[in-house]
């Protein structure tokens, strides 16, 4: 059985303008040669070069697909924050190893009144989940730094920390809507990940 934590988020953030084309496309029931033509030939998510937009149409449509067409609603119409939350709880449930993050450590530094994030915590994260799950595949260096690197992106993405460059903490709520929609389906290791802030 392989780990739950997986390094699937070293490619991107939140990819949130993106997010909102790809959840179009699964409400569309876009799929299989229209899907590539979609990606490939329009180039609907604008990106420079086809193995970006593939790299983050896939992310994108893997972490949507954790969950319903009721979120993805929420991504492609909601307004920012709603479809940033939306886009963060579908990342949470597809990358446990940032989830858990938030879970514990964010958690725990909020609980401390601490003022900022040292990216400290996030090395001796990783280096605890290795020691702990067996089945975690090994890290490089570079792998760990990506990682590291999209985690602050996110949470400063998500309104957590202030910025990527002081990463003072912020206290954020999960807009009502986003959390409604986890209450309804039972996605309760995603409510605990992401009501992280007093």
């Known amino acids: 059985m392989s780990s739950p934590y997986q390094a699937n988020f070293t490619k991107c953030s939140l990819i949130v303008p993106e997010s909102r084309i790809v959840a179009e496309l699964l409400l569309q029931g876009v799929t299989g040669q229209d899907w590539d033509r979609q990606v490939h ?14 790299t983050y149409a896939n992310l994108a449509r893997s972490r949507l697909q954790t969950m319903s067409v009721d979120l993805w609603t929420l991504v492609r119409d909601g307004s920012v924050p ?19 993050f938030l879970r ?10 601490a003022t900022h994030l040292e990216t400290r915590r996030w090395d001796a994260y990783i280096e ?22 999209n985690a602050m992106r996110i949470l400063a993405e998500a309104g ?22 986890l209450r309804q389906h039972n996605e309760q290791y995603v409510l605990d990940c992401l009501q992280v802030c007093p």
Do not use: W
Not at 85 to 94: D, E, M, N, R
Not at 131 to 140: K, Y
């Open 82 to 100: 709603v479809a940033t939350h939306a886009v963060l709880a579908a990342t949470v449930k597809f990358s446990p190893l940032f989830g858990d």
């Open 160 to 181: 957590f920390i202030e910025d990527t460059r002081s990463l003072r903490l912020r206290s954020q709520h999960i807009e009502p809507v986003v959390l409604h929609y």
């Open 104 to 113: 514990t450590v964010v958690r725990d530094q909020f609980r401390r009144f």
């Open 41 to 54: 030939e329009l180039n609907v998510l604008q990106k420079r070069t086809v193995k970006t937009a593939v």
């Open 128 to 149: 605890d989940c290795q020691r702990t799950q067996p089945d975690m595949p090994s890290l490089s260096d570079s792998t760990q730094v990506k990682l590291r690197q």
